[in-house]
């Protein structure tokens, strides 16, 4: 089963910009969607942008303009760059894989992947 690694999260201000990434340790699908996702404690985990495998992303309304996701195929790695920065842009971050077919678009919705990473702690200071 592919491993997931995320790195990159840390303290931040408000206005200022992290950076993410997440290593997958082996190409496992040849058409798959990458998932960024976020979580309070004591919430449930949402999903903030998604990229498919050709490259067509989509993003929650709270993260658009801001936050841009983006892969390397070649080094299996998904990247999240935040810009702009908010409070309440304060959660772990979790990276997630699934299989895809080509032809959907890529799913906000947490059941739709079947590989995560164990997180990485964001927070941003007002």
């Known amino acids: 089963q592919v491993q997931l690694v995320e790195s990159g999260g840390g303290s931040v201000q408000a206005g200022g910009s992290l950076r993410l990434s997440c290593a997958a340790s082996?190409?496992?699908?040849?058409?798959?969607?990458w998932g960024w996702f976020r979580q309070d404690p004591g919430k449930q985990r949402e999903g903030g942008a998604c990229?498919?495998?050709?490259?067509?992303?989509n993003y929650v309304d709270s993260v658009k303009g801001r936050f841009t996701i983006s892969q390397d195929n070649t080094n299996n790695t998904l990247y999240l760059q935040m810009n702009n920065q908010a409070p309440d842009d304060t959660a772990m971050y979790f990276c997630?894989?699934?299989?895809?077919?080509?032809?959907?678009?890529?799913?906000?919705?947490?059941?739709?992947?079947?590989?995560w990473g164990q997180g990485t702690q964001v927070t941003v200071s007002s």
């Open positions: 997630a894989l699934a299989p895809g077919n080509g032809r959907d678009a890529c799913s906000l919705a947490r059941p739709y992947y079947s590989s």
């Open positions: 990229i498919r495998s050709i490259g067509t992303a």
């Open positions: 082996t190409h496992a699908y040849r058409l798959y969607y």
